[in-house]
């Protein structure tokens, strides 16, 4: 019974740890010297993680992207791609930048789509292994309290 109680603390406490770490407050979306840092406040950030540029979703998602540049633009949203063992931003390659270490950072496996929106307050917005189409992703952007303020501004 002894045991049976330590383990039940004992997952409480994990649990409890977790939701802590999880908690955007506790456990900041970047890194240091990681170039999203750099973007807060001032840019939302799609990262897009794939095992491969062959990967069915990695290629959806390129389509819909393709789609989307006005949108991406008008929404300060800038694209970043981990492919393999490579990192770029909008198609250029970020050659200092760890893709491991992107890929812990933002709780991507390596052999799995990942998709991540990180907002202009370095919060992630999205964490999902799907891809996301224009009205997905423009209507949750839409409806943050910071677009909805630069819409108030004008900036359209």
């Given at each position: 019974?002894?045991?049976?109680l ?75 791609e ?21 890929r ?7 052999d799995?789509?990942t ?37 108030g501004?004008?900036?359209?």
């Amino acid at each position: 019974m002894f045991t049976f109680l330590l383990s039940l603390i004992g997952r409480g406490i994990g649990l409890a740890i977790l939701m802590l770490s999880l908690h955007p407050t506790v456990m900041p979306v970047t890194v240091q010297g990681d170039p999203l840092n750099s973007l807060r406040w001032h840019h939302r950030a799609l990262v897009v993680f794939t095992p491969t540029d062959q990967h069915p979703h990695w290629q959806d998602q390129q389509a819909h992207l393709d789609g989307m540049l006005a949108g991406l633009r008008e929404r300060d949203l800038l694209v970043f791609e981990v492919v393999g063992e490579s990192v770029s931003m909008e198609g250029r390659d970020l050659p200092h930048s760890d893709a491991q270490q992107w890929r812990e950072d933002f709780i991507a496996p390596n052999d799995r789509f990942t998709l991540v929106l990180i907002g202009k307050d370095g919060e992630v917005k999205m964490h999902q292994d799907r891809p996301v189409d224009e009205a997905e992703l423009f209507e949750l952007i839409d409806a943050m309290p910071m677009r909805m303020h630069e819409r108030g501004m004008g900036r359209m």
